[in-house]
């Protein structure tokens, strides 16, 4: 690997670190000062993801490719799982067992692709998880607070996430596309998806509804 690639990938890296905790701290503060909806908040993610990724295409930094959409159904459904137990976790639970709950994915990966898809995992990877663990609950021991509901919307998240991280994989694979190709797919189908049963969930009107008439500009923007 040459020296550009090995700064492309740290810088990659990092930028990816920052802003997964940007995003966090940015919803927890949304849902603790204005109210807003989980999965209001989750669609207005998706669709700003597809427009994020038509324009990082438009400059050539991708090229979205055909693919058939029956195929991203499941995909999507789970993406929608993913993201909207992740922030409903985020939104029951303290930061601290947030991360602690959130942890568990990659456990839950190497669980169903050793049971569903016959991967095997050495012990030195095996055991390289668990000083990630010990890290994440040692950093996190003096905000873990628990509930009865927090903690299983943060137990479905990790379970639902780990299998759409396995399911990225192997759909990447069964497919021949790239991650950014397939979010393409995945991102505007999750919000329609979403967008069929918000009415049934979430209130669309009122104090704490996605179009509360009196929203401040400075709430859309937050």
Not at 42 to 62: D, K, P, R, Y
Not at 95 to 111: E, S
Not at 126 to 148: A, E, H, M, Q, T
């Amino acid at each position: 690997m040459s020296l550009a690639e090995k700064l492309n990938v740290i810088t990659s890296l990092s930028l990816n670190f920052f802003t997964s905790i940007a995003i966090i701290q940015v919803n927890k503060y949304i849902y603790i000062n204005y109210k807003f909806p989980n999965m209001g908040l989750t669609c207005i993610h998706f669709l700003i993801t597809f427009l994020g990724l038509l324009i990082c295409s438009l400059f050539g930094i991708f090229q979205i490719v055909k693919v058939p959409i029956i195929k991203m159904i499941p995909m999507s459904i789970t993406f929608c799982g993913f993201v909207a137990l992740t922030n409903y976790s985020l939104e029951y639970n303290t930061i601290g067992t947030y991360q602690c709950l959130k942890a568990l994915t990659t456990p839950g990966v190497m669980i169903i692709s050793f049971n569903f898809y016959n991967h095997i995992y050495s012990n030195k990877v095996i055991l390289s998880i668990l000083p990630v663990l010990f890290g994440v609950v040692f950093n996190s021991i003096y905000d873990l607070k628990f509930n009865f509901l927090g903690f299983l919307l943060g137990l479905s998240a990790a379970s639902i996430t780990s299998l759409y991280q396995v399911w990225i994989g192997e759909k990447q694979k069964e497919l021949k596309i790239n991650a950014l190709q397939l979010l393409t797919y995945q991102a505007p189908l999750s919000a329609f998806f979403l967008m069929l049963i918000i009415p049934f969930f979430e209130p669309l009107y009122g104090p704490t509804g996605l179009f509360k008439l009196d929203r401040s500009p400075t709430e859309w923007v937050n």
